[in-house]
């Protein structure tokens, strides 16, 4: 069974930066795709980035590029996402998601899910 645990959500103003992290146990952290998804109140869930096993080929939606930089540490089994000039339309529950194929730009194409952490971002 794979476990995803997100952490590093918060409160920051406009402009700030946040650094989510996404621990992975229960399988080779390597031979899985990862990929951070989030949702807005009231809003479908939106891909923001992807990242393969090796981390050599990376994904990212275009609202985020340039400001958003998905990472991995494959001997600590964590993926993560570091926010600069976040905005307050990037408020959202942001998930941790894995899958055990080639990294694609997908929404909902994961095998498994974290449970979320919480990012506001005060205008």
């Known amino acids: 069974q794979v476990q995803l645990v997100e952490s590093g959500g918060g409160l920051v103003q406009a402009g700030g930066s946040l650094r989510l992290s996404c621990a992975a146990s229960?399988?080779?952290?390597?031979?899985?795709?990862m990929g951070w998804i989030r949702q807005a109140p009231g809003k479908e869930r939106e891909f923001v980035a992807a990242?393969?096993?090796?981390?050599?080929?990376?994904y990212y939606a275009d609202s985020v590029k340039g400001r958003f930089t998905i990472s991995r540490d494959n001997a600590k089994n964590t993926v993560y996402l570091q926010m600069n000039s976040l905005k307050p339309e990037d408020t959202a529950v942001y998930y941790c998601?894995?899958?055990?194929?080639?990294?694609?730009?997908?929404?909902?194409?994961?095998?498994?899910w974290g449970q979320g952490t919480q990012v506001t971002v005060s205008s």
């Open positions: 229960g399988h080779t952290f390597s031979n899985y795709a």
């Open positions: 990242i393969s096993g090796s981390g050599g080929t990376r």
């Open positions: 998601a894995a899958r055990l194929t080639v990294v694609i730009i997908t929404t909902y194409r994961w095998d498994y």
